[in-house]
């Protein structure tokens, strides 16, 4: 089952904050982010291992809700270079498989 | 340091040609090894993962196979191509369970 996120698309101004919400019908056993540049591979943002969790890469954090079955990303204070497309997918404890969603489009404009 | 290849970059096929994609992954041993095809503004989908050679799990079904010669040689194939299998196709791998790092993609695209 794909998680879901919202929102589909968020357009910002620089300095602007903004939540990213993935959310999985199935228990998740760990949340990973990634970050995808128009034309370019995904890049590893972070991953959550465990209910409760949360971690941060200068203004752009995380959270996992094993409870409530989902994450979200935070990015704080946007800059240009947030804009792309973002990626949360859920991982499988054994084969290390990923399902993810749909993306949400970011864009920071000036 | 660990690094992935993927080659060719960009492709030109005909429908009804061949296709293989290569797959390689430098300074690591035993990786899981995964192929994702993306279609133009659309989500990854997981085509197929592998935990070890001649260990294939495949997860749509499609006109498309995959094969593990190598510990760190992951092979996308197909016999005949169809007009929908244009799209950008991602190799990953990952130690167990943990990240997976891409590369850098093949931009496919069938006339």
């Known amino acids: 089952q794909q998680p879901v996120q919202s929102p589909q698309a968020v357009i910002l101004r620089e300095g602007e904050d903004a939540v990213i919400n993935c959310s999985s019908s199935?228990?998740?056993?760990?949340v990973h982010w990634y970050r995808q540049k128009h034309g370019e591979a995904p890049v590893f943002l972070m991953i959550l291992l465990k209910g409760g969790e949360q971690k941060g890469h200068e203004k752009i954090s995380a959270s996992f809700n094993e409870k409530k079955q989902q994450s979200s990303l935070y990015l704080t204070a946007s800059q240009l270079s947030y804009s792309g497309t973002y990626f949360c997918g859920h991982g499988s404890s054994n084969t290390g498989k990923l399902i993810f969603g749909q993306g949400t489009t970011l864009q920071v404009k000036p | 340091s660990q690094t992935i290849h993927q080659w060719p970059a960009t492709l030109v096929q005909p429908v009804g040609s061949p296709l293989s994609l290569e797959c390689t992954v430098e300074g690591t041993s035993n990786p899981n090894l995964y192929w994702y095809r993306q279609a133009a503004g659309r989500g990854l989908q997981l085509l197929f993962y592998s935990i070890g050679i001649d260990q294939i799990s495949s997860e749509v079904p499609q006109n498309l196979s995959a094969s593990r010669p190598q510990d760190r040689q992951f092979i996308l194939s197909s016999k005949k191509l169809l007009l929908s299998d244009s799209g950008f196709y991602l190799c990953?791998?990952?130690?167990?369970?943990?990240?997976?790092?891409f590369g850098p993609g093949t931009r496919l695209l069938v006339l």
């Open positions: 199935k228990a998740l056993y760990s």
């Open positions: 990953a791998w990952s130690q167990n369970s943990g990240t997976q790092y």
